[in-house]
């Protein structure tokens, strides 16, 4: 037997055995997502298990090297994991920024006494992480960020306030853009720095979105003490590691439009059994069109993330394909909600009650809306695209 497909046929075994039945079925709102962390409260004891097995065989992170708490796992082994994970519609054990954004950062930046400390933490799902970039008044011009980290000999004291913070309130860390040097070119003084949210002098103000969820908080430091040990990279070049990590800020956000996903059942199910079969075909023949063509975009937006994945499995960065990714996947999610209200009619604008699933079609569709702009808006990625990836001149 060939070894790939002994691997194949020992993964859809063990995920037989150890992955529980709750942990089969679709991702219902973000209460079912895992995010780990100090504060991490487990919907049912199936879920807190899936993680512990998960994590013990480095499969949170299974292409990371074992030291750092993953599985050393190939890019052909890597994919047929996710294709049998896909097969048995399981949920995934552990979301987390930290794997998601920061550990690409902390690849290529970070020292390795700094990898052997928080990475480890990650891939157990012990640490919940948090993004401090943006500012008030810092949005799409980041870099003109106030945030200031002045130097005490063994630490940095920190000050400002940092805002659109997702889950501020509930990460146990920060990742987190300061300036070092006032004096300098903005981008130019500016430092990347990791600390703890427990430690003093830090605070969180949850936002309320149209929605009604509180996801986003604005979040206050009050002369923070950070060591100098949580310095990554080289003092005011922060900059650098800040670019590196929203290539794959972007690239999660351009996830919101994958075509199959554990969080949601496929529109064309919905679709079906909302508006009946009609000999085989949806019975309303103009959603039926609309469908179709949403469906030939997706497919075709996913098949593009599933190259520039494997690109990047391979050796390769996102680079400014990250942001064509990012526009189209915020696009494409953005019109999956649309789709979804059309095709629910009344159904879909209840607000609150068991008739109207507490008001999750209605409340997410609403949510959707911001996809084009958190991680950078859809206007600063079509400039990126049109200056880096097109080569137009700027005039």
């Not at 300061?178 to 981008?187: F, G, I, L, S």
């Not at 800040?242 to 956000?253: D, G, I, P, S």
Request: hydrophobic content about 35%.
């Amino acid at each position: 037997m060939e070894p790939l497909q002994q691997f194949r046929e020992e993964t859809r075994e063990w995920l037989e055995e150890n992955c529980p039945a709750s942990m089969r079925n679709p991702i219902k709102s973000d209460e079912d997502v895992c995010w780990g962390g100090r504060k991490v409260v487990f919907q049912s004891d199936e879920q807190r298990v899936w993680l512990e097995r998960m994590a013990a065989r480095g499969w949170t992170v299974p292409d990371w090297p074992q030291e750092y708490g993953g599985a050393g796992l190939d890019r052909a082994h890597c994919k047929v994991l996710q294709q049998e994970l896909g097969r048995m519609s399981c949920r995934p054990a552990l979301t987390s920024l930290g794997i998601i954004m920061l550990a690409p950062a902390l690849f290529k930046f970070a020292t390795q006494q700094q990898k052997r400390e928080h990475m480890p933490k990650m891939a157990r799902g012990e640490i919940r992480w948090c993004q401090g970039y943006s500012e008030p008044g810092s949005g799409s011009d980041l870099a003109s960020l106030k945030t200031s980290a002045v130097d005490k000999g063994d630490y940095y004291l920190v000050n400002g306030s940092k805002i659109w913070t997702s889950y501020a309130n509930m990460a146990d860390w920060i990742f987190c853009l300061v300036r070092t040097d006032p004096q300098a070119a903005k981008r130019e003084g500016i430092s990347f720095l990791l600390f703890d949210m427990a430690s003093e002098g830090v605070s969180t103000s949850p936002i309320r979105l149209l929605s009604g969820a509180s996801p986003f908080c604005q979040t206050f430091f009050d002369n923070v003490k950070v060591p100098k040990e949580n310095l990554v990279g080289e003092v005011n070049r922060g900059w650098t590691v800040a670019k590196y990590l929203l290539q794959f800020e972007r690239n999660m956000a351009a996830g919101l439009g994958r075509s199959r996903s554990p969080r949601r059942k496929p529109i064309e199910q919905v679709a079906l059994e909302t508006l009946g079969n009609d000999g085989g075909k949806i019975a309303d023949p103009v959603l039926r069109h609309k469908l179709a063509r949403f469906q030939i975009r997706e497919q075709a937006f996913t098949l593009t993330m599933q190259r520039v994945g494997d690109e990047m499995k391979a050796g390769g960065d996102p680079g400014p394909a990250s942001s064509v990714l990012k526009y189209c996947g915020s696009e494409t999610n953005k019109d999956r909600h649309e789709l979804n209200l059309a095709i629910r009619g009344m159904d879909s604008l209840g607000w609150e009650g068991e008739a109207f699933d507490g008001g999750r079609i209605a409340r997410s569709w609403l949510r959707s809306k911001a996809n084009s702009i958190e991680g950078g808006t859809s206007e600063i990625q079509l400039n990126i695209i049109a200056k880096r990836v097109l080569g137009l001149p700027s005039t």
